[in-house]
């Protein structure tokens, strides 16, 4: 770093992605993206006429894709933001919210919280899973501060009762509570009823994962219409077209074929069902999972160890070297033929040890 950079920056730890090699094809189940494509409406709608449109800037109310997305969660257009991902959304709230009243979420959990803290010098409480890797809602009734929680929290993909994230708004009334719903059409169960309940609820969800459009860096939010303008005075302060066109083309089209999304989420929860039953029959524990990875663990084989093997082998999961969890690996949940594979490749680790 050069002696220029803000000395708040120089120490700051910078989020670290799951690998995406460029050097040869692995079975990529390290950074919970689908297994599948896109829907054909999508690919259909990203054609030369929409990439010749480029040379215009994009819509940045974003206004026919926020109508789609109000239609298709029966919410109001004023209760949408959309954003160039979700973590944009999470650093936006971090920026609004967080930088007075501090903010708190769980040691376990999504590493981008951690690193937005830092980014904006923001107090931090961090309140431990429980031994099972659960949260105890009751840690965060009355403390006064932002909150953040995945559910399903990653990398665990354990879920959260919904009336214990309504006992947690609720009693934290002078904050926002940010509710993180990336894997939520994985199993999960939406708190998107409560946002006319409460004013201080934000709903953080993504493309990325269930709609297949990682690479698109499509997120959106579900809030009080308040909180919304909250979101889009800061979006319109630092990127008003922050969602580039053909990314809102197919955040659209992608609305148009739910059906395609909703059974490609069943799916993976069918494979998540059946690779969990073969990783217990070899040994491994195994969290309970509402979301499109499992979190694993094998009383014979380190963490890092099981996943460097297996990249040998042309399978890549996901490893973390934090001390709680060093011991475990993140399996995304990919087609039956990939984690076909990823059971016969772990057999033989385990044959070989
Ligand atoms: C993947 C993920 C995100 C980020 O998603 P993008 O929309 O791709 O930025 C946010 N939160 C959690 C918990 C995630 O796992």
Known sequence: MSKFIT??????????????????????????????PPSPVVIECVNSEAVKNLKLYSDPESKVLKEELAKAYDVLKENVF???????????????????????????????YKVFAELYNVQTKIIPLK?????????????????????????T??????????????????NVVVIDEAYVDFGGTS????????????IVRTYSKSRSMAGARLGYAFGNKE????????????????????????????????????????????????TVKELKKLGFFVLPSDANFIFVKHPDIQGEDLYLKLKDKGILIRHFTQERIKDFNRITIGTLEEMHSLILAIKEILEEI
């Not at 949260?135 to 990398?155: E, G, Q, S």
């Not at 993909?157 to 009336?163: F, Q, R």
């Open 227 to 274: 909180i919304i303008a909250d979101l889009e005075k800061i979006k319109y302060s630092t990127n008003p077209y922050n969602v580039n066109r053909l990314t809102q083309i197919a955040g659209i089209a992608s609305l148009m074929d739910n059906e395609y999304y909703e059974n490609n989420c069943n799916d993976i929860m069918i494979n998540r069902e059946s």
């Open 82 to 112: 959309v954003s160039n991902g979700s973590d944009e959304i999470l650093n936006f709230a971090f920026m609004a919210y967080a930088r007075e009243q501090g903010v708190a979420f769980s040691d376990i959990t999504y590493g981008f």
């Open 157 to 174: 993909g354990i879920s959260l009762k919904l009336n214990e994230i309504e006992e947690i708004i609720k009693s934290n009334p002078q």
């Open 7 to 36: 000395p708040l920056y120089n120490s700051l730890k910078e989020y670290v992605p799951g690998e995406q090699p460029q050097d040869k094809k692995y079975i990529k189940l390290n950074t919970n993206e689908s297994p599948f």
């Open 191 to 202: 708190a998107l009823n409560l946002i006319n309940k409460y004013d201080n609820l934000l």
């Open 131 to 155: 031994e099972d890797f659960t949260i105890d809602y009751k840690d965060y009734i009355n403390l006064n501060k932002m909150i953040v929680i995945a559910n399903p929290n990653a990398p």
